[in-house]
């Protein structure tokens, strides 16, 4: 807690005297990083994260060190009504502003499509690293490089950046032209290419593929099947992997293939920590993991201020503070976006709207994914759906076959369940295979060998999160309106009054023992 404690005190400094602090440690190499911030630029519903609060850190930071690198592993973008407004340029902004030094693409950074992503990272001052990306039949061509080395003093990092496989995570016609190749190979190979070529130190690679996706490859098996990653700092799974807790220690330090350490890293999402992760430049090649702790962004810092972050916060908070103050409904109790109660609401009323669409509807499939943010008790506005419901997707409804839906819930079971409205109930298991075992709809088995009216999003429909058996499906309709504007009718519809939100709470997937 050494560390957080000197950054509490540093920050309360004025910017003059941290700029006359001298500079120490010029054996070390800091690396600050960030992923899955998700456009959340001022504090969350809890109070957590905020951008001024991690300059205050940065700065700290790099006010302390001769070397310090910041880097983002993606997902900068997509969650909050920053996004919603601006596409993506604000952003990009404040990361000019903090200065991020290398960055690679998530998957959220392609929701507005190829196009519209071009255009925004042209204001990106960061190096952009995408390996495993070949983006040259793009409009993306000539803004990413394959690997970067950094020099400090006489040691030199190589860097590398990895990706998901965008077929069955990002919408169709979202990466046109983007060609992917194979995590560990390709990894491997770039990585075998810097240490023996280049003659790189360290390879350090930053990913945007999970940690332990269920039936793909994560930072976990990306780790122990390298030879020559040093470190990966990874995102994607929101996973917080905190080294002052035995299972953040555990799920860290992993070997490689030649049994070497392999540092592996995660901050969570949201803005709500920064990883710092401190590199010894004279114990490289050593049998040594580096230093590594999670520092939380929070109210302790408030007291810093940097007009120029400050100016362009105020800049693009004002349309966000407007949608904030439009009220739409209410709710008798807070709602989080993990909570059965608004991912319940959800599907019911998918279901509601898919009947309205095409009568015969049977039942409703969301996936939790889709429901970014909750709700508070009491009044909540337009902005509060839309930062729930974010994503352009409409509501559709499609003839699916029984075996296919049984292969879209099993998919759904390998990552606990998904929302399915209240005539659906669902026992599955886990482990290695996770498989929906016993489905029934309105009380009775889901039989295979019919035909069934489903209601659900058209990125679902097209095989978005791995429902490819929904991709087999006939569409019957489609909804007229985006989700949110769909749901903002519902919500002020008829009487012009409010209404109050309410869902069931039941589990709608039980656990087989």
């Known amino acids: 807690m050494k560390p957080i404690a000197h950054l509490i005190t540093a920050v309360a400094l004025s910017a003059g005297m941290l700029a006359c602090t001298p500079k120490e440690h010029s054996d070390k190499l800091i690396i600050l990083h960030t992923n899955d911030t998700h456009s959340q630029i001022t504090p969350d519903r809890n109070g957590l994260g905020g951008v001024m609060r991690s300059k205050a850190v940065i700065d700290s930071i790099r006010n302390k060190y001769d070397n310090v690198l910041l880097v983002d592993a993606g997902d900068a973008v997509q969650g909050t009504l920053f996004f919603y407004l601006y596409g993506g340029r604000a952003e990009q902004e404040i990361m000019n502003n903090l200065g991020v030094d290398i960055r690679i693409l998530g998957n959220h950074e392609f929701d507005n499509g190829i196009d519209s992503l071009a255009a925004v990272l042209a204001i990106s001052d960061a190096e952009k690293l995408a390996t495993n990306y070949d983006l040259s039949q793009t409009p993306l061509n ?213 009947k309205e669409l095409a009568p015969g509807t049977d039942f409703a499939i969301v996936n939790k994914g889709g429901l970014r943010d909750g709700l508070p008790q009491g009044k909540f506005s337009k902005g509060h759906i839309l930062n729930i419901f974010p994503f352009r997707n409409y509501i559709t409804v499609i003839d699916v076959n029984g075996k296919d839906i049984k292969d879209a819930f099993d998919t759904m079971a390998r990552r606990g369940g998904d929302g399915v409205s209240d005539n659906v109930k669902v026992t599955y298991t886990a482990g290695d295979t996770p498989e929906a075992k016993h489905i029934t709809i309105d009380g009775k088995e889901l039989d295979p060998n019919k035909t069934y009216r489903i209601a659900t999003i058209d990125y679902l429909a097209k095989g978005g999160d791995y429902m490819t058996g929904l991709t087999h499906g006939t569409t019957v309709a489609d909804s007229p309106r985006l989700v949110y504007d769909d749901l903002l009718f519902y919500l002020t519809q008829g009487d012009g009054k409010d209404k109050t939100l309410e869902g069931k709470q039941d589990n709608r997937w039980t656990l087989e023992k």
């Open 142 to 354: 000539g803004q990413f490089v394959s690997s970067s080395i950094k020099n400090y003093g006489d040691k030199k990092i190589g860097f590398i950046g990895i990706n998901l496989n965008p077929d069955g995570m990002i919408s169709k016609g979202n990466y046109d032209g983007l060609k992917f190749e194979p995590i560990v190979a390709t990894a491997n190979a770039a990585a075998k290419k810097l240490k023996n070529d280049d003659k790189v130190d360290a390879v350090i690679a930053l990913s945007h593929i999970g940690y332990t996706p269920a039936g793909l490859v994560g930072d976990s098996i990306l780790a122990v099947n390298s030879r020559d990653i040093d470190i990966i700092i990874g995102g994607h799974s929101h996973d917080v992997i905190d080294p002052a807790t035995d299972k953040g220690d555990h799920r860290s330090h992993l070997r490689n293939l030649d049994n070497r350490p392999v540092l592996v890293v995660q901050t969570g999402k949201a803005g709500r920590k920064l990883g710092k992760i401190e590199i010894d430049l004279d114990k490289l090649g050593s049998d040594t993991y580096p230093d590594y702790e999670l520092i939380d962004i929070d109210s302790r810092f408030d007291s810093f201020n940097d007009s120029a972050l400050a100016t362009t916060i105020a800049r693009y908070s004002a349309g966000v503070d407007s949608l904030m103050h439009l009220w739409v409904g209410s709710t008798n109790r807070q709602l989080d976006n993990s909570d059965n109660e608004l991912l319940n609401f959800f599907a019911d009323y998918v279901l509601m709207r898919g």
